[in-house]
Each structure stands twice: as C-alpha cells, then as structure tokens.
C-alpha cells in the first residue's frame, strides 16, 4: 500500500480561495473556515459559501478552473468529481455545499485523521528547530481502511490518500491535483515559479 501527499496543480489549474468577508457574513466571527485547518464540525452551522478562483502563479495567465483542488487539508470537488470519490468519503467527513462560476460544488471537509487508526509513524516524523515539518511517516498496515485523512502532528495542513483514491482521480482524468510519495514535502513538486502575491 502506498499514501500519497495531495497537492494542487498550481502550474496548470486555478486555486481556490475563500473571502473573510463570505466567512464572516454566512458562519461568524467564530467559525474562520478559511484560515483554520483544524478539522472541526461545521455541517451544523453550515451556510453555502461563494468561493473564488485564482492563478497562483504570477506568470501564468489563462489557467482553467479544475475538477478537484486542496486547500487546507480540505478536498474542493465539483458535482461530476464527488460522484466519482463519494464512496471513499469517510462518514467522520463532511461534504460542504459550496458555489463557484455559478455553479455548485463541495468542499470535502477530511476529519478523518491518521490518529484515529494509531497509525503516524513516530519514527519517520520530524520538525526542525523552527517547527517546520520535515518528515512524517505513516504505518501503511494500520491505514488500510482510509482513503483521505489529515494528522494533527502537520497541524492539519496536509491532505493524504490511499491509492484507490488516486486512481480514480487519474482514471477519471479529473484535473486539478497532483500526488506525492514524499509525503515531508508540502509544495508541490512540479512548480519551478514564484506564487502570486496577495
């Protein structure tokens, strides 16, 4: 078996992103969804938000809007891509109702977490001095059953899966993300430029 790191396809696919202002006017001042990748319940509280897409590359102009993207540990898929991976969605998950380019989509909020099977790998996880991650390891055997999950020791921040779930993204010809078996590495390995600035 072998887990993979999520990224988004940042050289070829537009980014998502999520205005303070849509969070504050639809969730409250005490649900900043957008900033923080903690993996709390929000399906309670849940109003459909209107997200954005834009190129994350300065030099790239004429990006498309993908099928799937990752942002914040969080899986963004339109209507034909959940279809497709519904059956892999953990029912600890939440499928958050989202518009974009007027049309509807999810936001896959992953609370399924790599502690819930015991399964980080102590021995292949490091940080440096700073608290940056360097390295995280997962014990294969005991993640089985989990097709996307997060981890508290990267804070969150990062989306894995199972190769079952990568498949059918490729299979499927579903644009928008990119998988990495250096699992440590949170950038995406295929971007050479410099992000846009905000």
């Known amino acids: 078996m072998t887990i993979y790191r999520v990224h988004p396809d940042i050289d070829n696919y537009q980014i998502l992103s999520i205005s303070t202002d849509e969070v504050l006017n639809k969730l409250g001042d005490k649900y900043p969804f957008h900033i923080d990748p903690s993996p709390h319940s929000y399906s309670a509280i849940w109003r459909t938000l209107d997200i954005n897409f834009h190129a994350a590359i300065s ?8 099928n799937v993207s990752v942002d914040n540990g969080r899986l963004f898929t339109n209507e034909s891509a959940f279809k497709l991976i519904e059956t892999l969605i953990s029912n600890k998950d939440e499928a958050l109702l989202v518009n974009y380019d ?16 015991l399964g980080v790998d102590t021995n292949r996880c490091k940080k440096n001095i700073y608290g940056d991650l360097e390295s995280i390891g997962f014990i294969e055997s005991k993640m089985k059953e989990a097709h996307l999950f997060r981890t508290e020791y990267d804070d969150f921040m990062g989306l894995y899966c199972s190769e079952e779930f990568k498949t059918i993204i490729e299979e499927n010809n579903l644009s928008g993300i990119t998988f990495s078996p250096d699992l440590g590495n949170i950038f995406p390995a295929t971007s050479t430029r410099s992000p846009l600035a905000h």
Request: aromatic fraction near 8%.
């Open 59 to 66: 030099t790239l102009q004429a990006q498309g809007i993908p």
């Open 102 to 117: 007027s049309q509807p989509g999810y936001i896959i909020n992953v609370r399924l977490l790599a502690e819930d099977y």
